[in-house]
């Protein structure tokens, strides 16, 4: 009789929320504050009372960081009018917020999930009075920089072919010029919709329509088009459903986890041949934006919209951001580790990771891959004797030799994709075989010698290089201190 399938996946749904072992979910901020030309004294809990009022107030000896602190302080008279002093004023904050939780569905399976969101803000401006004592803003030349990173999932552009046949062409990439059309006429509809004097189709400065797929001040090299349109093609969301956001919010945390698979080990065909078995599997995968700064060209009308424009008739953008990344790991993509019952030990492992950045200011996407296999084997061989003669004296040393053996073959390479150009150029990257052993033998509690031997091949991925070969051998004897 065969059960209902939604049964069934209940069933394990069930067994895996009762396989919850812990959820560890952490907020944590921290935030200073540095203000030069303070001239009230602290007396009574770090107050005084200036001008009828009670400085620097409660809030802000108890720790509260207040952003308008400063502008609460020119206001009230806090600050010094020496005009020579031109030390800025600084406000720092970040912010951490972290998911994290272990999941054991059945003995043998081991799940750590983990989600996280930093975003780090400094903000300094400038407090200088004029001739009447006053603070006026145009003197204050506000500057806000820091940096975020967020975890995501970009799985479903990570296993794309690129090949020398297909002139490296990049099927996500390709979707990435083509998100940039659709994000242009969101932007142009929101905006649209805040001032109704914008006209999407008309050039301001001409008065002629505009040419191309692209809505006006939201072109090709726009970077309020360029990271929405980025993020949706390598992460293959929906560009019509995309957050425009720069810095997404923690609800746009996705999960990265590391899975661990034992339970092989407990059927008892496997364990006439092995000791242990062990399968292990991690993604990582994490949007970042390195830095951000104040656009100072940046102008907002009384919308709060960018009122100015650059010389690609692109809208400022309020940040000034060079580069975002996105930076994905599989570290391992599978890795098995068998034990044998014959003192024989074998790994095989294989690692795949992938780097794309955005540069904003030449208008071009830097693809890194990096793609390893390893294959190792080790063997352990008991109680072997070494015979020692010094000075006409014979000792005998018994202890483990243990040997290894490991084969890498690491594939990587670097291309440009360059998004006005409309090129793919390769312009670093190497095919490395390495073959290495090493045997290490215990001479006493405190003695260890190693013995190694590796060769290392590097086949260039480029023309403008060439093939290396090195070979290392040697030995290393290690001495403890204390055990």
């Given amino acids: 009789?065969?059960?209902?399938?939604?049964?069934?996946?209940?069933?394990?749904?069930?067994?895996?929320?009762?396989?919850?072992?812990?959820?560890?979910?952490?907020?944590?901020?921290?935030?200073?504050?540095?203000?030069?030309?303070?001239?009230?004294?602290?007396?009574?809990?770090?107050?005084?009372?200036?001008?009828d009022i009670l400085a620097p107030g409660v809030p802000f000896i108890l720790g509260y960081a207040d952003r308008g602190f400063?502008?609460?302080?020119?206001?009230?008279?806090?600050?010094?009018?020496?005009?020579?002093?031109?030390?800025?004023?600084?406000?720092?904050?970040?912010?951490?917020?972290s998911v994290r939780s272990t999941v054991e569905p059945f003995p043998g399976l081991r799940m750590d999930v983990n989600a996280d969101r930093r975003f780090l803000e400094n903000i300094s401006s400038y407090y200088i009075a004029d001739r009447n004592g006053n603070f006026p803003d145009s003197t204050r030349n506000r500057i806000i920089n820091g940096n975020f990173s967020i975890s995501i999932i970009s799985w479903g552009t990570a296993f794309e072919k690129i090949t020398k046949d297909n002139n490296y062409v990049s099927p996500t990439f390709e979707a990435f010029k083509r998100n940039i059309v659709?994000?242009?006429?969101?932007?142009?509809?929101?905006?649209?919709?805040?001032?109704?004097?914008?006209?999407?189709?008309?050039?301001?400065?001409?008065?002629?329509?505009?040419?191309?797929?692209?809505?006006?001040?939201?072109?090709?090299?726009?970077?309020?088009?360029?990271?929405?349109?980025?993020?949706a093609a390598y992460a293959k969301k929906d560009p019509d459903k995309v957050s425009l956001e720069t810095f997404p919010?923690?609800?746009?945390?996705?999960?990265?986890?590391?899975?661990?698979?034992?339970?092989?080990?407990?059927?008892?065909?496997?364990?006439?041949?092995?000791?242990?078995?062990?399968?292990?599997?991690?993604?990582?995968?994490?949007?970042?934006?390195?830095?951000?700064?104040?656009?100072?060209?940046?102008?907002?009308?009384?919308?709060?919209?960018?009122?100015?424009?650059?010389l690609q008739n692109n809208f400022i953008q309020q940040y000034e951001i060079n580069v975002v990344t996105i930076n994905e790991q599989f570290s391992p993509m599978i890795n098995v580790d068998l034990n044998w019952k014959n003192n024989l030990t074998t790994r095989m492992e294989w690692r795949k990771s992938r780097t794309v950045?955005?540069?904003?200011?030449?208008?071009?996407?830097?693809?890194?891959?990096?793609?390893e296999v390893i294959v190792g084997a080790g063997y352990r061989f008991d109680d072997v004797r070494i015979v020692l003669k010094t000075g006409g004296n014979q000792r005998t040393?018994?202890?483990?030799?243990?040997?290894?053996?490991?084969?890498?073959?690491?594939?990587?390479k670097t291309i440009a994709r360059k998004l006005v150009e409309d090129v793919n150029?390769?312009?670093?990257?190497?095919?490395?075989?390495?073959?290495?052993?090493?045997?290490?033998?215990?001479?006493?509690?405190?003695?260890?010698?190693?013995?190694?031997?590796?060769?290392?091949?590097?086949?260039?991925?480029?023309?403008?290089?060439?093939?290396?070969?090195?070979?290392?051998?040697?030995?290393?004897?290690?001495?403890?201190?204390?055990?």
Avoid at 195 to 209: C, V
Avoid at 274 to 300: C, D, E, I, K
Avoid at 397 to 412: A, K
Wanted: without cysteine; proline residues 6%.
């Fill in 397 to 412: 040393l018994r202890s483990d030799l243990n040997l290894r053996l490991d084969l890498s073959i690491r594939d990587n």
């Fill in 357 to 371: 950045s955005l540069n904003l200011t030449s208008n071009q996407i830097a693809d890194a891959r990096i793609n």
């Fill in 70 to 97: 400063f502008d609460r302080a020119a206001s009230n008279g806090w600050l010094s009018s020496d005009s020579l002093l031109n030390t800025p004023a600084s406000y720092n904050s970040r912010t951490d917020f």
């Fill in 249 to 310: 919010s923690a609800s746009r945390m996705m999960p990265n986890w590391r899975i661990t698979f034992e339970g092989l080990s407990k059927f008892p065909v496997v364990q006439k041949v092995f000791r242990s078995v062990s399968l292990s599997h991690q993604y990582r995968s994490t949007y970042q934006v390195g830095s951000y700064t104040t656009n100072l060209y940046f102008q907002p009308d009384a919308n709060g919209l960018s009122s100015i424009r650059d």
């Fill in 182 to 231: 659709i994000i242009s006429e969101r932007r142009a509809e929101e905006r649209r919709k805040i001032d109704p004097f914008y006209d999407p189709d008309t050039d301001p400065i001409t008065g002629e329509p505009v040419s191309g797929p692209y809505k006006s001040g939201y072109g090709r090299t726009s970077r309020e088009v360029l990271i929405p349109a980025f993020m």
């Fill in 1 to 51: 009789k065969k059960r209902n399938p939604l049964i069934v996946t209940g069933e394990y749904m069930v067994r895996a929320l009762m396989g919850i072992r812990s959820v560890n979910m952490t907020y944590s901020t921290a935030q200073g504050q540095f203000l030069p030309g303070f001239m009230p004294q602290a007396n009574f809990m770090g107050m005084s009372r200036f001008n």
């Fill in 425 to 483: 150029q390769p312009v670093v990257g190497q095919k490395v075989f390495t073959i290495g052993t090493t045997a290490d033998y215990v001479l006493s509690d405190r003695f260890n010698l190693q013995i190694y031997a590796d060769h290392t091949m590097n086949n260039p991925f480029v023309a403008n290089t060439f093939p290396t070969s090195n070979t290392n051998f040697g030995f290393s004897l290690k001495f403890t201190l204390a055990q």
